[in-house]
T-cell receptor, first 113, second 116 residues
Framework: RKEVEQDPGPFNVPEGATVAFNCTYSNSASQSFFWYRQDCRKEPKLLMSVYSSGNEDGRFTAQLNRASQYISLLIRDSKLSDSATYLCVVNRVVTGGGNKLTFGTGTQLKVEL | EPEVTQTPSHQVTQMGQEVILRCVPISNHLYFYWYRQILGQKVEFLVSFYNNEISEKSEIFDDQFSVERPDGSNFTLKIRSTKLEDSAMYFC??????????????FGPGTRLTVL
């Protein structure tokens, strides 16, 4: 089983649509969770952290279910500029110091006129 | 806003040659990382570095790889004898401090390594 699993897409949606991405992870020792965004041939950029209580940042809402090891991202009122690959990322602290991020393969979103 | 920088942006090398990829992490950060992304595949962890030591490394990070912080600002990844399968985008990242495991890592723009 993959450590972090995502539907690769692509999701093609019209502008203004609501779109949801899901992710599951296998390592129950994972300690923190993120959604990153990656544009073509660019570096991953942090979109938002994900908490069990759910958190919202403008049009973006993220949710974590630790019991079922499931993470979600909801994008409302999608814009053309939201077109990118969305990476589900889980994190654990490493013994010697620092953190290790494990990435999913990403879900590609294309927002169209 | 401070950012992680990487040089060069693109490196082309012959198989068997040594390459050094350079990174300047954000200045007050304490933890440094290298990741790689083969074209069309996911981002993969290579190594984490703290207090002038490797704190964790992945199976990919074999004896051909090494990291160094030669001075107070640079963080380098050396590949001793490159193979075709080392062709990938290499990302450097840094994080400020250990904060209960929720520390954010900031990524540099990457170095695209092409091995011929």
């Amino acid at each position: 089983r993959k450590e972090v699993e995502q539907d690769p897409g692509p999701f093609n949606v019209p502008e203004g649509a609501t779109v949801a991405f899901n992710c599951t992870y296998s390592n129950s020792a994972s300690q923190s969770f993120f959604w990153y965004r990656q544009d073509c041939r660019k570096e991953p950029k942090l979109l938002m952290s994900v908490y069990s209580s759910g958190n919202e940042d403008g049009r973006f809402t993220a949710q974590l279910n630790r019991a079922s090891q499931y993470i979600s991202l909801l994008i409302r009122d999608s814009k053309l500029s939201d077109s990118a690959t969305y990476l589900c990322v889980v994190n654990r602290v490493v013994t010697g110091g620092g953190n290790k991020l494990t990435f999913g393969t990403g879900t590609q979103l294309k927002v169209e006129l | 806003e401070p950012e992680v920088t990487q040089t060069p942006s693109h490196q082309v090398t012959q198989m068997g040659q040594e390459v050094i990829l350079r990174c300047v992490p954000i200045s007050n950060h304490l933890y440094f990382y290298w990741y790689r992304q083969i074209l069309g595949q996911k981002v993969e962890f290579l190594v984490s570095f703290y207090n002038n030591e490797i704190s964790e490394k992945s199976e990919i990070f074999d004896d051909q790889f090494s990291v160094e912080r030669p001075d107070g600002s640079n963080f380098t990844l050396k590949i001793r004898s490159t193979k075709l399968e080392d062709s990938a985008m290499y990302f450097c990242a840094s994080s400020p401090s250990l904060a209960g495991g929720t520390d954010t890592q900031y990524f540099g723009p990457g170095t695209r390594l092409t091995v011929l």
